[in-house]
């Protein structure tokens, strides 16, 4: 009886340090770095990269189809974790048509705004405040300069100005 045990064990233990062996040589799957590439991205859904979202984009960064400069909401800090965990060089911000943004934020007009909700329900990251029919004004910490308010506004009381 002891020898079945004995053997059993042996076996177990062999395919346990067998597994775990193969594990660490063979590479991730490409779900399993997508999820940890999304991890690193800012979450805001903002667009600016040229995919719909954050997770579209870090498919496409595992998949080699795009690089990983475009996120300015993001900014350089991310662009070197990325490169840490994809072993790749880190590359300066690289973003069609914005080159500011992750420096800007935006700013309502206060006296123009009709407080239509159109800027506040669009913008990812609830960086915008107000309430219907009253004033809406951006909290700039939370701002990420996407831009994504400017075309939303029905009045053109918003504004991208240099973040100070």
Known sequence: ??????????????AGLLLAWARSRLPENDDA???????L????QCGQCG????RPY????VAGSAEIDRCPPGGYDTIRRLAELL???P???????STTMSHSVAIIDEALCIGCLHCRDICPVDAIVGAQRCMHTVISSECTGCELCLPACPVDCIDMVTRA
């Open 1 to 14: 009886m002891w020898t079945a045990v004995v053997t059993i064990a042996s076996i177990s233990l062999a």
């Open 33 to 39: 770095v997508a999820d940890r590439v999304n991890d």
């Open 41 to 44: 991205l800012p979450q805001t």
């Open 51 to 54: 995919f719909a979202g954050c």
């Open 58 to 61: 870090a498919n496409a960064i």
């Open 87 to 89: 072993g790749r060089e």
């Open 91 to 97: 590359r300066p911000l690289a973003v069609p048509g």
